[in-house]
C-alpha cells in the first residue's frame, strides 16, 4: 500500500469539524444522533402542544384556548408526535444500530440518507409555520377528512406539502433501510441469523414504501379538489368523502404499525439480555411479525364502522382485525416465556422494556374490544380510543425508544447512564403515563367524545387526573434529556460489552465504536 | 416489587372500580359503558362487558407469570438462567387457543350485528342532518322538522364565575322525541361536513355524511330523558353540538306531534302572506334568526373571526388566504384593501340562500323560510354600526329563490 492512499484513509477515518459535519455528513452513527435529536425537539414541541390540551381540558368551560386553536392543538399534535418524533426516532436507532448489527461499515446510501434527514427540519418548520398563517394551522384532525379539512385557510396547500415532503424522507430512508440489511449483512449472517431489530424494521421499511405513496396521493387528491377543480370526494360533484377514508387507514393503519414493530425488535433485544438467556421462540418471532404486517393490510376499515358499510364488510374487517391478536399474543407469550426462568436484573432498559410488554398489552386489549364492531358503534370516536392508541404509542412505542436510548447510550457515548437518575426517571413516567391515560378509558365509556375543547360536568374528575398525569409525565422527560446530555459529556467508561448478557455483533466493537463500524466484515458462524 | 405492588394495585383498582360502579350506577362519576334503554344497547352492553372479562383472565394469567418470574427468576436471589428456547408444540398451542377464544367472541358480536343492521318494517322515520353546528330533524311523512342546537347559555362556557347548569352542554332548544316501544328508523346525514349521531343509552352511533344517507334503527323501551353529542370532529363548535333524545308514550308523543304540527301551519302561514313587513318586525325576527344560525360563526357582535369567517361590519378589515376572500370581492362585500363593505342586496341574497362553496358558508335556501332571510339580511344591514336602511322584504326573497 502506498503512503499516498494511507493519507487518503486516515483523511476518512474522523469526522470533519464544526457545523458541516452535521451538515454535509454521509455517517451512520452522524445522522442517526441527527435522527434522535430531532425526534427529541419534536417531542417536546409535540408535548407542550398536548400539555396545552390537557390545561384547557382540566375543568369544564373554556379557559385557556379558543375552540379553533384547540383543534388545531389536537391536529399539530398528533402529526408532530407520529411524523415528528416516533417516526424520525426509530429512523434513527436504525441509522445507528443497523450497520453495527449486521456488521456493515456504514448504510447502503448514505448521501440518500443525508438528504433524507435534512428534508425533516424543513417539511416540520413548515408545518409549524402554519400556525401563524392566516386562519391558522390545520384544525381539522390529522387524519384530514374532507370535506371539513378543505375549510382549512391559507395553511392548507403548506400542510399537504410537509406532508410530501415526510413521505419522501420516509420513503428514502425505507429503502435506505431495505438496500443495507439485503446486500451489506456480513459473511455468515443469513436471514434467519439477523438479529430481530433488524428484523423487524425489514419489515417496517418494506410497510413504509408500500403505504407512504398512498398518503401522497390521498392528500395530492384533496389539493386538486380545494385547488384544481376535481371532485374526488365532493358528492355534490359526484365523488365520494368516505372514499378518502378508505384510503387514508389502508395508509393508516399499516402506518400504526410501522410505529410498533421497530419497537417489537427493541424490546426482543433488551429482554434476553437482562433476563440473560436467549429469546424463547426466534423465528416464530419473525413469523409472527411477518403476519402482523400483512394483516395490517386488510384491516384498514376498523377504523370507520360508523361510516355505515355494508354487513359484509363489517363482518370482514371485524374478524380480519381480531385476528391480529393472534400473532400479537405469540409476541408477547414469547417475551414471558424469554423472561421465566432466567436470571434477572432490572436496569432502566429492562425496566422500560417490561414497562412495554405490560402497558403494551393494555392496549392490545383495548384493542381487542375495540374490534368487536357492534362495541366499536359505542366506543368509536371517543376517549376509550383516545386510551386505547395512547397505550400503544406511549408506554409502548415512546417507552421502546427509551429503553433503546438507555440500551444502547453506553455503546454510543463510550460512557454509562446515571443508573439512579435512569431508574427515578422510569418511576416518574411510567406513574405520570398511567395517571394520564388509564382515567381516559373510563372517561370514554362514560360517553365523552375525543377532540372536544369543553365537555359535560360528570367528566370533570377523570379528567383533572388525566391532566396532573400530562404534567407529571411531561416535565419527567427533562429528566431524561438531563441524564442523556450528561451521559454524553462524560460519565464512568463503558466497557464494549456494556451488559453482562448483551450478544450481537455490536457489543463486539468498542464503546464508542469507530467512526466507520466494521472496516473489514465480521464473519459470522 | 413495586412494579408488582403497582400493577396488583391496578387490578383491584378496576374491579374495586367497577363495583363501585355496580353500586351506584345513577352517580355522576361513571366508570363504564351505559346499559342503555334498548335490547341493542344490553346487546353491546353484554358484549363488552364479555370481552372486557375475557381480557382480564388473560390479564390476571400472563402478568402472573410474569410478575411470579420476575419475583423469582431474578439474579439478586441467586437465580442461574435456564438455556431452554423453541418449541414447536407450545407456539401452537398459543395459537389455536387464543384462536379458540376469540372465534368465542366473534359468535355474539356477528349476532349482535346482524340484528343492528336490520332496519326492516319501521314504525316511524326520522332524517338527521347534521349542520355546522347544530341538528335538524325531520319526521318523515309528518311534515314536521326543525332544528335542535346547544341551549347552554354562551356565560357558562366562558366565564368561570357563572354556574354551570346540570346538564352542560348536554342541553338543547328543540329535543327530538320519539315515541316507546315503536321501531324507530334513523336516517343519517349532513349538509356540510361529516357529524356523527350519538345517544350512549341508544346503544350505536352513526355517521352523518354529506351526499350519503345512512340508515339505523332503534326501540326505545323506558320513557325519559336520553342525552348524548356529535362524534365526530366537525370544526370549531363539534363540542356544542348536542343531542337529547325525549321518549314519550305513544299518547304523549301524540299530542307533542299534533301541538308541532299545528305551530308550523301558523307560522308557515303568517309568513307566507304575501305582505309588507316592517322594518321593526324584520329586526325582531332577524336578531333572533342570527342568534340561531349565524352567530356560531359570524359572532353575536358581527366581527367573524380573523383568518376564517368574515366580520358583517362594514369597514372591517379581513384578511384570509386568497381562496377565501375572492368570492367576497366579485360579490362586492370586500374593498381592494380588504376591508368589508356592504354589497347589493341582490348579491346579499345569494351569498344566504345558495352559499359560497368551498368554505364554511352553507346553502341556506333549503333551511330556511323567505321571511327568515329577509328578516336576517335586513338585520344584518342595520346592525352594528352598519346603517343601509335597507327593508329586505319576504317577496324579495321569493323572487330571488
Known amino acids: ?525 | 416489587m413495586l412494579v408488582n405492588f403497582l400493577a396488583r394495585l391496578r387490578g383491584v383498582a378496576i374491579i374495586g372500580g367497577l363495583l363501585f360502579w355496580s353500586m351506584c350506577a345513577c352517580a355522576d362519576y361513571k366508570l363504564n359503558m351505559p346499559v342503555g334503554v334498548t335490547d341493542t344497547s344490553r346487546d353491546v352492553y353484554d358484549l363488552h362487558m364479555l370481552t372486557f372479562w375475557v381480557c382480564v383472565w388473560i390479564g390476571v394469567v400472563v402478568f402472573g407469570v410474569m410478575f411470579y418470574s420476575m419475583y423469582h427468576h431474578r439474579k439478586s436471589k441467586g437465580a442461574v438462567a435456564a438455556q431452554f428456547h423453541e418449541s414447536t408444540t407450545v407456539e401452537i398451542i398459543w395459537t389455536i387457543v387464543p384462536m379458540l377464544i376469540l372465534i368465542g367472541m366473534a359468535i355474539p358480536a356477528t349476532r349482535t350485528l346482524i340484528a343492528m343492521e336490520d332496519t326492516s318494517k319501521p314504525d316511524l322515520t326520522i332524517k338527521v342532518t347534521g349542520y355546522q353546528w347544530k341538528w335538524g330533524y325531520e319526521y318523515l311523512g309528518e311534515g314536521v322538522q326543525f332544528f335542535s342546537s346547544l341551549s347552554t347559555p354562551r356565560e357558562q362556557i366562558t366565564d368561570d364565575s357563572v354556574k354551570k347548569d346540570e346538564h352542560y352542554l348536554l342541553e338543547v332548544d328543540n329535543p327530538l322525541v320519539v315515541p316507546i316501544n315503536k321501531k324507530i328508523r334513523i336516517l343519517t346525514t349532513a349538509a356540510d361536513v361529516i357529524h356523527s349521531w350519538w345517544v350512549p343509552d341508544l346503544g350505536w352511533k352513526k355517521d352523518a355524511i354529506p351526499g350519503f344517507v345512512n340508515d339505523s334503527w332503534t326501540l326505545i323501551k323506558e320513557p325519559g330523558i336520553y342525552r348524548g353529542q356529535c362524534a365526530e370532529l366537525c370544526g370549531k363548535d363539534h363540542g356544542f353540538m348536542p343531542i337529547v333524545v325525549e321518549a314519550k308514550t305513544q299518547e304523549d308523543y301524540d299530542k307533542w306531534l299534533a301541538s308541532k304540527k299545528a305551530k308550523a301551519t301558523q307560522v308557515a302561514a303568517a309568513d307566507a302572506v304575501d305582505r309588507e313587513w316592517t322594518k321593526d318586525e324584520l329586526m325582531a325576527k332577524g336578531k333572533e334568526v342570527y342568534g340561531t344560525i349565524c352567530t356560531a360563526c359570524h359572532q353575536a357582535n358581527g366581527e367573524g373571526m380573523p383568518g376564517t369567517f368574515p366580520p358583517l361590519v362594514a369597514g372591517k378589515e379581513f384578511s384570509a388566504a386568497e381562496t377565501m376572500l375572492t368570492p367576497l370581492r366579485e360579490d362586492g362585500f370586500l374593498s381592494d384593501d380588504n376591508k368589508i363593505i356592504m354589497g347589493s342586496v341582490e348579491n346579499h341574497a345569494k351569498i344566504v340562500l345558495h352559499g359560497v362553496p368551498g368554505s364554511a358558508m352553507q346553502a341556506y335556501a333549503e333551511q330556511l323560510s323567505d321571511a327568515e332571510i329577509a328578516a336576517v339580511i335586513t338585520y344584518e344591514r342595520n346592525s352594528w354600526g352598519n346603517n343601509t336602511g335597507d327593508v329586505v322584504q319576504p317577496s324579495t326573497i321569493k323572487a330571488a329563490r
Request: glycine share 8%.
Open chain 1, 1 to 525: 500500500m502506498s503512503t499516498a492512499t494511507h493519507v487518503h484513509e486516515e483523511h476518512h477515518e474522523g469526522p470533519a469539524s464544526g457545523l458541516t459535519r452535521w451538515l454535509f455528513t454521509t455517517n451512520h452513527k452522524d445522522i442517526g444522533t441527527l435522527y434522535l435529536l430531532f425526534s427529541l425537539l419534536m417531542f417536546f414541541i409535540g408535548g407542550t402542544m398536548a400539555l396545552v390540551i390537557r390545561a384547557e381540558l382540566f375543568e369544564p368551560g373554556l379557559q385557556i384556548v379558543e375552540p379553533y386553536f384547540f383543534n388545531q392543538m389536537t391536529t399539530m399534535h398528533a402529526l408532530i408526535m407520529i411524523f415528528g418524533a416516533v417516526m424520525p426516532a426509530f429512523v434513527g436507532l436504525a441509522n445507528w444500530l443497523l450497520p453495527m448489527m449486521i456488521g456493515a461499515p456504514d448504510m447502503a446510501l448514505p448521501r440518500m440518507n443525508n438528504w433524507s434527514f435534512w428534508i425533516l427540519p424543513f417539511a416540520f418548520t413548515l408545518l409549524l409555520s402554519t400556525l401563524f398563517m392566516q386562519g391558522g394551522g390545520p384544525a381539522g384532525g390529522w387524519t384530514m377528512y374532507p370535506p371539513l379539512v378543505l375549510q382549512m385557510g391559507a395553511a392548507f396547500p403548506f400542510v399537504i406539502f410537509s406532508v410530501h415532503l415526510m413521505g419522501m424522507s420516509s420513503i428514502m430512508g425505507a429503502i435506505n433501510v431495505i438496500a443495507t440489511i439485503l446486500n451489506m449483512r456480513a459473511p455468515g449472517m443469513n436471514l434467519l441469523k439477523m438479529p430481530l431489530f433488524v428484523w423487524t424494521w425489514l419489515i417496517t421499511a418494506f410497510l413504509l414504501i408500500a403505504v407512504m405513496p398512498v398518503l401522497a396521493g390521498a392528500v395530492t387528491m384533496l389539493l386538486t379538489d380545494k385547488f384544481f377543480g376535481t371532485s374526488f370526494f365532493n358528492a355534490a360533484g359526484g365523488g365520494d368523502p368516505v372514499m378518502f377514508q378508505h384510503i387514508f387507514w389502508f395508509f393508516g393503519h399499516p402506518e400504526v404499525y410501522i410505529m410498533i414493530l421497530p419497537a417489537f425488535g427493541v424490546v426482543s433485544q433488551i429482554i434476553p439480555t437482562f433476563a440473560r438467556k436467549p429469546l424463547f421462540g426466534y423465528s416464530s418471532m419473525v413469523y409472527a411479525t411477518a403476519s402482523i404486517a400483512f394483516l395490517s393490510f386488510i384491516v384498514w376499515a376498523h377504523h370507520m364502522f360508523t361510516v355505515g358499510m355494508p354487513l359484509g364488510g363489517e363482518l370482514f374487517f371485524m374478524y380480519a382485525t381480531m385476528l391480529i391478536a393472534v400473532p400479537t399474543g405469540v409476541k408477547v407469550f414469547n417475551w414471558v416465556s424469554t423472561m421465566w426462568k432466567g436470571s434477572m436484573t432490572f436496569e432502566t432498559p429492562m425496566l422500560f422494556a417490561i414497562a412495554f410488554v405490560i402497558l403494551f398489552t393494555i392496549g392490545g386489549f383495548s384493542g381487542l374490544m375495540l374490534a368487536m364492531t357492534p362495541a366499536d358503534f359505542q366506543y368509536q370516536d371517543t376517549y376509550f380510543v383516545v386510551a386505547h392508541f395512547h397505550y400503544v404509542l406511549v408506554p409502548g412505542a415512546v417507552f421502546s425508544i427509551m429503553a433503546a436510548v438507555y440500551y444502547w447510550l453506553p455503546k454510543w457515548t463510550g460512557h454509562m447512564y446515571d443508573e439512579k437518575l435512569g431508574k427515578i426517571h422510569f418511576w416518574l413516567s411510567v406513574i405520570g403515563v398511567n395517571l394520564l391515560f388509564f382515567p381516559m378509558h373510563f372517561l370514554g365509556l362514560a360517553g365523552m367524545p375525543r377532540r372536544i375543547p369543553d365537555y359535560a360536568l360528570q367528566f370533570t374528575g377523570f379528567n383533572e387526573i388525566a391532566t396532573y398525569g400530562a404534567f407529571l409525565f411531561g416535565f419527567s422527560q427533562l429528566l431524561f434529556v438531563y441524564i442523556v446530555f450528561k451521559t454524553i459529556r462524560g460519565g464512568q467508561k463503558a466497557t464494549s460489552q456494556v451488559w453482562e448478557g448483551a450478544e450481537g455483533l455490536e457489543w463486539t466493537l468498542s464503546s464508542p465504536p469507530p467512526y466507520h463500524s466494521f472496516e473489514t466484515a465480521p464473519v459470522v458462524k
